[in-house]
Nanobody, 125 residues
Framework: QVQVVESGGGLVQAGESLRLSCTAS????????MGWFRQAPGKEREGVSC????????YYVDSVKGRFIISRDNSKNTLYLQMNSLKPEDTAMYYC??????????????????WGQGTQVTVSS
């Protein structure tokens, strides 16, 4: 059974940094594209970033380019999202997701099969 668990969220001030982690079990981690999504209250879920099997290809939504860095350590079955220069508009529940579609899923949430429960990130101004 696949399990996806996020950690690392918290309350920070604008301009500070956080690093989210996501571990996935029950699958061969480096076979899958991984992604980060977020959902703020009253808003639709938004794709933030994704990374390919070996980590050589990444993609970011425009609003986080230059501030967030996605990475993965396949030896630890762990995905990361380093979030720098955080803004109040980054406040959301952040979700880790796994895509087993066999093609580049981009940031379309329907292309991801397995999801974690989320970790809350709150950025105060």
């Amino acid at each position: 059974q696949v399990q996806v668990v996020e950690s690392g969220g918290g309350l920070v001030q604008a301009g500070e940094s956080l690093r989210l982690s996501c571990t996935a079990s029950g699958l061969t981690f480096d076979d899958y594209v991984m992604g980060w999504f977020r959902q703020a209250p009253g808003k639709e879920r938004e794709g933030v970033s994704c990374i390919n099997w070996k980590g050589g290809l990444t993609y970011y939504v425009d609003s986080v380019k230059g501030r967030f860095i996605i990475s993965r350590d396949n030896s630890k079955n762990t995905l990361y999202l380093q979030m720098n220069s955080l803004k109040p508009e980054d406040t959301a529940m952040y979700y880790c997701a796994v895509s087993s579609r066999g093609f580049w899923p981009g940031l379309r949430s329907s292309n991801y099969n397995y999801w974690g429960q989320g970790t809350q990130v709150t950025v105060s101004s």
